[in-house]
Nanobody, 124 residues
Framework: VQLQASGGGSVLAGGSLRLACVMS????????MGWFRQAPGDEREFVGA????????SYAESSEGRFTISRDNFKNTVYLQMASLKPEDTAVYYC??????????????????WGQGTLVTVSS
């Protein structure tokens, strides 16, 4: 397993959750770690990403101001802290790693490694 995501669950609107993604194996050579999500019937969409070295981060407009990506280089772990959650945030969340590019891409196709997904359900 290259990426192992965890932390999903059910929460009321306005609540918070923190997702974690542990990297291992070949994924450790990646330059960029990203988070995507996919709701039933929808395409997978970009949530946010961080460069593994340096402080550069990028967020989707829907995430900006509510979600924060952080990383622990010693634990090879990237986190997605989600606050002020809304029912429309309900989705399966995936972590992903890009070992080819040095600039953050919002395109899922640029990421080679994917975690198994963790379900986040936000109820009103």
């Amino acid at each position: 397993v290259q990426l192992q995501a965890s932390g999903g669950g059910s929460v009321l609107a306005g609540g918070s959750l923190r997702l974690a993604c542990v990297m291992s194996g070949s994924a450790l050579s990646s330059n960029i770690m990203g988070w995507f999500r996919q709701a039933p019937g929808d395409e997978r969409e970009f949530v946010g990403a961080t460069k593994w070295s340096g402080g550069r981060r990028s967020y989707a407009e829907s995430s900006e101001g509510r979600f924060t990506i952080s990383r622990d280089n010693f634990k090879n772990t990237v986190y997605l802290q989600m606050a002020s959650l809304k029912p429309e945030d309900t989705a399966v969340y995936y972590c992903a790693a890009d070992s080819t590019n040095y600039r953050i891409s919002h395109a899922a196709g640029e990421y080679e490694y994917w975690g198994q997904g963790t379900l986040v359900t936000v109820s009103s």
